[in-house]
Structures are given as structure tokens and as C-alpha cells.
């Protein structure tokens, strides 16, 4: 290593370490791009969907995904081909068939439904549209539910809640496992033993008695928001406790450094010597954790509302979607269904390689 590299690395900052290390991470960089990109969605949801994801009609259940051709007599021309249902006279199930005679083009960035971008921003744009009919009608780039409601659009809509609610647990379970974890640690004592029962019978709790006591308890004529809430405090209330004992184990070796000990005689209080000197020494390893706890709740949520005891219908989210796949029937005759399993699976995927990549660049002085 040259000598200009050397003076390059002795003077960088720690974060700086940590961005040059998890660079050479290759699969954790691909991953992160991922995750970005999903949360991109989680922002432009009503922008990526085309159709009112509520809309029902009974003439077009169970409707086939339509593939997307990109060429029409060698030029570059996306459409899809019309769809033509009946009845099948053997089985008495509606069925579907292409109609190569109907191109349906696909344009981008065409006007739909209104909507409210960011919450508060009115617009009715939309990323892709088709041409010379009505895309309610006539665009079902993954089919649709066993109510007519187009599947590409719910799922842009259960990606954000979903997601949402993974990120809101997750900051809930990081306040209460930093602040009760360095109160464990840093004190000891009562407050540590305290703490730490507190921790086990948390932990003792049987995850799906518990799960259907609370699905009982949440009273039927709530609103989707406040199911929504409830479902965020539970899932964060039952996963600060890891995290706690992290930092509480890292506030055991800190608490007898003489950065502490010269804090304390410099006359710090003790609520500063923990958020302004202890935390940031470690903060590197708190945002590993939190990366890998992300998936953890989204999993939650995604099992809870799969088995009917989290968020239900209207609302929209990767396990609400999966719930219409719980038998042999509709995996066999409507695989597209479990579309939602699809996102759900990435996701973990990438925000772990994303959480192994921050967890081996915490460290930069590692070999």
C-alpha cells in the first residue's frame, strides 16, 4: 500500500471507513439498490399503479396476467393482445382467451385517476396507460383477484404499507431497545435485573396465542388507520427486546472506559454521556441491527395478515393479497395469486445482504 493510500485511511473518518468497505461488498451494493427501489415504490405508489386498486367487476375474476410484446411488425411498439371471455360449458368457470386481432398499446405516462402524490400534492399521472380504450378495462399486466380488481395495482399498494410498517416498527423497536438497553446497561443494578425480567417474560410470550388474543381484542369497527397503528405498536412492542440486549452488552464494556470516566469528571449528566458519548461509539452496529430487524417485521406483518389476525380488508398489503392463495384450488387454478410472495421474498432477501454488508463494514479496521 502506497504512503499516500496509508495518510488517505489515517485521516478518514469513521464513516468514511465504513462507506469504502461496504463498497467492496458487491451483493450488499446490489441489494441496497434493491431496497431503494422498493421504497421508491413505497413514495410512487399511486404513480406505478394504473387503476383504482378497489375497482371491482365481476366479469373480469380470476382474469389470466396478459403478457407484454414490445415489438409489433419489428418495430418497437409495446401492447397487449385483447381479451375474450366465456363461459366453459363443461366446468361452468369463466375462461379467457387472447384476442390477437385487439393490440391494446401501452403508453407512459398518461393520465388516470386522481390521486394525492406524498399525501398532499394532487396529480393524475401514471407511469404506463394504454391507447384508444379504458386501461380499467383492458390492461391486467398480472390479472386480477376473484373480484375484478387489478393485481399490479393492489400490489403497488400493499409494497407500501407493507413496507411502512416494517421502517415505523422498526424506529419504535430502536427507541425503546436503545433507551431501555443503555438505561439496563449503564445503571446495573435493580434497574438492569428489572429490565432484564422484563426482557424474558416478553420473550416467553407465545408468539401466536398472543398474536390471536390481540386479533380478538382489536374492536371490529376500527378504521384501517387505526388497525394499522395497533398492528405497528404490537410488532414493535414484541421486537425491541433483541436490540436491548445488544446495546446493553455494549454499554457493559463502555461504562468502564476512560472516555466515560473523563465525561463523568468533566461534570457530563449521565443522559448526555449516553446519547452523546456512548451510542454514537457503536452507532455503526445499531444500524447493522436495525437493517436485519427490518425483515423481521415485515415477515410479522405480512404471517399476521396472511392468517386473518392482522391488517384485513379493505386494506391492501402483501399478506392480505396472499390470503385469496390459502388453498390447493386457487394455487392450481390461479397461480398468479401468489404474486405477492414474490416481493416479500426479495425483500428479505435484500435488506439481509444489505444488513451483512453494513455489519462487516462496521467494523473497518477487520480484516
Not at 239 to 259: I, K, N, Y
Request: net charge positive.
Amino acid at each position: 500500500m502506497s504512503a499516500v493510500n496509508e495518510e488517505r485511511i489515517f485521516v478518514a473518518s469513521q464513516w468514511r471507513l465504513m462507506w469504502w468497505r461496504f463498497r467492496k461488498h458487491r451483493v450488499a451494493v446490489v441489494a441496497t439498490v434493491g431496497v431503494v427501489a422498493f421504497y421508491l415504490v413505497v413514495l410512487g405508489a399511486d404513480f406505478f399503479a394504473y387503476t383504482d386498486p378497489n375497482t371491482t367487476e365481476a366479469y373480469r375474476s380470476l382474469m389470466p396476467p396478459q403478457p407484454i410484446r414490445f415489438f409489433d411488425d419489428g418495430k418497437l411498439s409495446p401492447h397487449v393482445y385483447g381479451v375474450v371471455g366465456k363461459r366453459d360449458l363443461t366446468t361452468f368457470r369463466r375462461v379467457y382467451e387472447a384476442d390477437p386481432s385487439q393490440k391494446v398499446k401501452i403508453r407512459f405516462f398518461v393520465r388516470g385517476f386522481k390521486y394525492e402524490f406524498l399525501g398532499f400534492i394532487p396529480a393524475d399521472r401514471h407511469l404506463i396507460g394504454v391507447e384508444g380504450a379504458q386501461v380499467e378495462e383492458s390492461l391486467f399486466i398480472l390479472g386480477t383477484d376473484s373480484l375484478g380488481r387489478d393485481v399490479w395495482s393492489r400490489l403497488m399498494y400493499a409494497t407500501r404499507t407493507s413496507l411502512t410498517i416494517g421502517l415505523v416498527a422498526v424506529a419504535l423497536s430502536l427507541l425503546l431497545g436503545v433507551l431501555l438497553g443503555g438505561i439496563s446497561g449503564f445503571y446495573g443494578g435493580v434497574v438492569d435485573n428489572t429490565i432484564q425480567r422484563l426482557i424474558e417474560i416478553l420473550r416467553s410470550i407465545p408468539t401466536i396465542p398472543l398474536w390471536m388474543g390481540l386479533a380478538a381484542a382489536v374492536p371490529r369497527q376500527w378504521s384501517v388507520e387505526q388497525i394499522y397503528f395497533a398492528i405497528t405498536i404490537v410488532i414493535a412492542l414484541r421486537g425491541w427486546t433483541g436490540l436491548a440486549r445488544v446495546v446493553r452488552g455494549r454499554f457493559l464494556s463502555l461504562r468502564e472506559e476512560d472516555f466515560v470516566t473523563a465525561a463523568e469528571l468533566a461534570g457530563c449528566s449521565r443522559k448526555r454521556i449516553i446519547f452523546r458519548h456512548m451510542v454514537p461509539s457503536f452507532q455503526s452496529h445499531i444500524i447493522a441491527a436495525v437493517t436485519l430487524a427490518i425483515p423481521a417485521m415485515i415477515l410479522a406483518e405480512t404471517a399476521l395478515s396472511f392468517l386473518g389476525l392482522g391488517l384485513r380488508p379493505p386494506a391492501i398489503s402483501w399478506g392480505v393479497m396472499l390470503q385469496q392463495a390459502q388453498n390447493i384450488e386457487t394455487v392450481a387454478l390461479s397461480p398468479w395469486l401468489l404474486v405477492a410472495a414474490l416481493p416479500v421474498v426479495v425483500v428479505i432477501l435484500a435488506f439481509n445482504f444489505m444488513g451483512d454488508g453494513l455489519r462487516d463494514a462496521a467494523d473497518p479496521y477487520g480484516v
